[in-house]
C-alpha cells in the first residue's frame, strides 16, 4: 500500500507504517532528513515545484520526473509500504500515489483508483499535469485525466491529513 502525507508528517508516517521506500515530490529538499530506515536506493527524489504550467523560474513536473516515478514505483517489492510526500500532501504526492496505482495495476479502471483517492483524502487535488502526463506515458488515452476531473479539487486545507491508498 501506499501512504500519503506532507513533509512535517515524514517521519511519523514512515514510523507509523514500517514503510521501506519514500517518494519525495520538492524542488527544495533542504529541509527533509531522510528516515534512517529508508536506505539511499529506495529513495525517489523529484525536484520539482507544484505547477501545472511552465513557468519562470519554477520546475514544472515534465515526462522525465513522470518515468522516473514509475520506474521506480515499478521497481518496488511491495513487501513494505511506500510513503509519497510532497510540502503539503495534497497536489504532487496524491497525483504521484494515483499514478503508482494506476502503473501498478494496468488492469484496474481509472475511475474507481480516484474514487478510491477522494474516500481516503477529501483533501486530495492530484497535479493535473502529473496525471496528464501519466496519461500519456502509460497508455491511458485521457482516462486518468478525465478520472481526476471527475472527482474534483478537494477541500481546502494548508496541509492534508496522511491517508492511504490501496493498491488493489
Known amino acids: ?28 529538499t533542504t529541509r527533509l532528513t531522510r528516515p534512517a530506515c529508508i ?3 529506495n529513495h525517489l527524489i523529484l525536484s520539482l515545484d507544484d505547477v501545472v504550467d511552465a ?3 519554477q520546475v514544472a513536473p515534465g515526462d522525465e520526473h513522470v518515468a522516473r516515478l514509475v520506474d521506480f514505483v515499478s521497481g518496488w517489492d511491495r513487501a513494505a509500504p511506500m510513503v509519497v510526500h510532497c510540502f503539503a500532501g495534497i497536489s504532487r504526492s496524491t497525483a504521484s500515489a494515483y499514478v503508482a496505482a494506476c502503473a501498478l495495476n494496468p488492469a484496474r479502471d481509472e475511475m474507481q483508483i480516484a474514487q478510491a483517492l477522494r474516500r481516503a483524502s477529501p483533501t486530495a487535488t492530484p497535479n493535473a499535469r502529473i496525471v496528464a502526463l501519466a496519461d500519456r506515458l502509460l497508455k491511458r488515452k485521457g482516462r486518468m485525466v478525465r478520472a481526476v476531473e471527475a472527482i474534483g479539487p478537494g477541500s481546502f486545507a494548508a496541509e492534508g491529513t496522511p491517508f492511504r491508498l490501496d493498491l488493489e
Open 1 to 28: 500500500m501506499i501512504h500519503v502525507c506532507s513533509l512535517p508528517r515524514v517521519h511519523e508516517t514512515v514510523t507509523a507504517t514500517g514503510a521501506r521506500h519514500l517518494v519525495t515530490l520538492l524542488r527544495d
Open 55 to 57: 513557468m519562470e523560474g
Open 39 to 41: 536506505v539511499a536506493d
